[in-house]
């Protein structure tokens, strides 16, 4: 299939799946996931209606930022260190991977630096994994009451990477219990006004987060098939 014919694929299938929801599909933005794909992929995933690209890993960001910073709107997706943060902050137009309050503090160190303020979510650790960057549901509330006060940041929203399964159900309960996590935290009053975003759903499980309620799906496999 080509590029063009994915996308149109993809598109289709999140409309389907917000129609089964009772959403409008407006309300949702596919983030093309551009790792291991070259700039000239790109420009072609773009030429065929994407307009936001999602990259993972700072190093390899960095180049392409530089190339295509004004052909389409870009987000950092994968774990951000401390030390990185430089390269990153101001690049883009949402980091969805800000996973503790130190890495947020660095962010506005940098943001104010540089006169920005740069919008993030919070990465939750929804499945509780070991292994799994992301601060825990129990410790959410208390971080976003930490992250509203800290300058040069804007909180958005949440972001969750459920445990990988080849069957898309197994993610249901994980993003549900994600957009009740915000839903609770907006209840209580603590997050800022336009604390909406999920960041939830990528190739393999993209509709399941839809129809629970994602406002962003990462989605890189489904577009650009598989890569090394
Ligand atoms: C690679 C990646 C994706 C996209 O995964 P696919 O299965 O290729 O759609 C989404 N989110 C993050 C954080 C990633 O690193």
């Known amino acids: 299939m080509s590029l063009a014919a994915c996308v149109y694929e993809v598109k289709e299938r999140m409309a389907g799946a917000a129609k089964r929801a009772g959403r409008d599909p407006g309300e949702i933005t596919i983030v093309a996931v551009t790792k291991g794909v070259d700039v000239g992929r790109i420009r072609e995933a773009i030429a065929a209606g994407l307009s936001i690209c999602g990259e993972s890993r700072v190093q390899e960001a960095m180049p392409k930022l530089s190339v295509l910073h004004h052909a389409a709107s870009w987000h950092f997706i994968g774990h951000l260190q401390k030390n990185k943060v430089k390269y990153i902050a101001g690049k883009v137009d949402l980091i969805h991977s800000v996973d503790s309050i130190d890495l947020c503090e660095e962010i506005s160190l940098r943001a104010q630096k540089r006169g ?3 919008n993030i979510l919070l990465e939750v650790n929804i499945s509780g994994e070991e292994e799994k960057f992301g601060v825990l ?3 959410v509330a208390d971080r976003v009451k930490t992250m509203v006060r800290i300058k040069g940041v804007s909180l958005k929203g ?5 445990p990988f399964s080849e069957d898309p159900e197994q993610s249901r309960p994980y993003f549900r219990r994600l957009r009740e996590l915000r839903d609770e935290i907006v209840r209580t009053g603590i997050s800022p006004p336009d604390f909406r975003e999920l960041s939830m759903g990528m190739s393999n499980d993209f509709e399941v987060g839809v129809e629970e309620g994602a406002t962003l799906v990462r989605i890189g496999t489904a577009i650009f098939g598989q890569r090394g």
Not at 158 to 162: E, H, L, S
Request: glycine share 0%.
């Open 137 to 139: 549901p129990s410790e």
């Open 158 to 162: 949440m972001m969750a990477i459920p």
């Open 116 to 118: 920005i303020i740069q």
